[in-house]
Nanobody
Framework: VQLQASGGGLVQAGGSLRLSCAASGRTFSTTHMGWFRQAPGKEREFVAGVSWSGQTTYYGDFVKGRFTISRDNAKNTVYLQMNSLKPEDTAVYYC?????????????????WGQGTLVTVSS
């Protein structure tokens, strides 16, 4: 599976961004998808995940209703809508794909990773 993330950029605190991740190379509709992020000097952390059907979603505790993950299986794309952004949301955001099993929240649950897209939130 090849993953291409896009949509990062510079935004002011309180603003919004929508990240996209286009997948290719495997039947996307049977693959769980997730977003992770890694800030400088910190470990990679789980942001959100969506099951292959789109019926199940998980979010990191810090999201608190600000982010929404969704997918369009017809376009082989997963999205992360991020609202009410905070400076502490600044990080490189990675999309990831999991083949088989249940939807997970750990890095070890995912088999394929995209290259990452940088999100910078200014105060």
């Amino acid at each position: 599976v090849q993953l291409q993330a896009s949509g990062g950029g510079l935004v002011q605190a309180g603003g919004s961004l929508r990240l996209s991740c286009a997948a290719s190379g495997r039947t996307f509709s049977t693959t769980h998808m997730g977003w992770f992020r890694q800030a400088p000097g910190k470990e990679r952390e789980f942001v959100a995940g969506v099951s292959w059907s789109g019926q199940t979603t998980y979010y990191g505790d810090f999201v608190k209703g600000r982010f929404t993950i969704s997918r369009d299986n017809a376009k082989n794309t997963v999205y992360l809508q991020m609202n009410s952004l905070k400076p502490e949301d600044t990080a490189v955001y990675y999309c990831a794909a999991a083949v088989g099993g249940d939807l997970g929240i750990g890095s070890y649950d995912y088999d394929y990773w995209g290259q990452g897209t940088l999100v910078t939130v200014s105060s």
